[in-house]
T-cell receptor, first 114, second 111 residues
Framework: NAGVTQTPKFQVLKTGQSMTLQCAQDMNHEYMSWYRQDPGMGLRLIHYSVGAGITDQGEVPNGYNVSRSTTEDFPLRLLSAAPSQTSVYFC?????????????FGSGTRLTVV | GEDVEQSLFLSVREGDSSVINCTYTDSSSTYLYWYKQEPGAGLQLLTYIFSNMDMKQDQRLTVLLNKKDKHLSLRIADTQTGDSAIYFCAEREPNNNDMRFGAGTRLTVKP
């Protein structure tokens, strides 16, 4: 059971380039989300999905797109990378909304935009 | 912005107790969580509590909840160097997927 798998672990992009951060989970979780983590700011929600075919914006969606064609995969696309998008990105999933249903996190993608 | 607030740093000596504090904003019923993030890794769920509880204990971890002040704390007994990490407090409303995180408290354990 791999849990939540994120690839790549590290990436350097030039300003203006586009790329896709991959996230896959094998737990049949309906809920998936993307966060970015910046020093002193905790985790900020970028986009989330409550099931295949359904996505919605979080707190900081600008510059990012998502899609959810399958339950397992939830890729995050950077359309035109900017230095302000330098961050660590985490994908998370959850199977329910009861109190015991915390999030399962991937190990993160560290992105640097130069 | 964050509705959940934590101090950013805590340093303790090995063997002492650590107390990490958090204030949250939500209402009468909420779910509260503590996550641990080790260097280079994702967040790992440590424990959780529902807002109708005052305390929850799990081995070396004790969670205390003061509902009146909306204050949550995580006590780690006999802190070890392996406990050095960033600890995140988070809250979520029942039947809602949206989890709000604090900025995280970096715990440093000195030998």
């Amino acid at each position: 059971n791999a849990g939540v798998t994120q690839t790549p672990k590290f990436q350097v992009l030039k300003t203006g380039q586009s790329m896709t951060l991959q996230c896959a989970q094998d737990m049949n979780h309906e809920y998936m989300s993307w966060y970015r983590q910046d020093p002193g700011m905790g985790l900020r929600l970028i986009h989330y999905s409550v099931g295949a075919g359904i996505t919605d914006q979080g707190e900081v969606p600008n510059g990012y797109n998502v899609s959810r064609s399958t339950t397992e995969d939830f890729p995050l696309r950077l359309l035109s990378a900017a230095p302000s998008q330098t961050s660590v990105y985490f994908c998370a999933s959850s199977s329910g909304t009861g109190v015991g249903y915390g999030y399962t996190f991937g190990s993160g993608t560290r992105l640097t935009v130069v | 912005g964050e509705d959940v607030e934590q101090s950013l740093f805590l340093s303790v000596r090995e063997g002492d107790s650590s107390v990490i504090n958090c204030t949250y904003t939500d209402s009468s019923s909420t779910y509260l969580y503590w996550y641990k993030q080790e260097p280079g890794a994702g967040l790992q769920l440590l424990t959780y509590i529902f807002s109708n509880m005052d305390m929850k204990q799990d081995q070396r971890l004790t969670v205390l909840l003061n509902k009146k002040d909306k204050h949550l704390s995580l006590r780690i007994a006999d802190t070890q160097t392996g406990d050095s990490a960033i600890y995140f407090c988070a809250e979520r409303e029942p039947n809602n997927n949206d989890m709000r995180f604090g900025a995280g408290t970096r715990l440093t354990v000195k030998p």
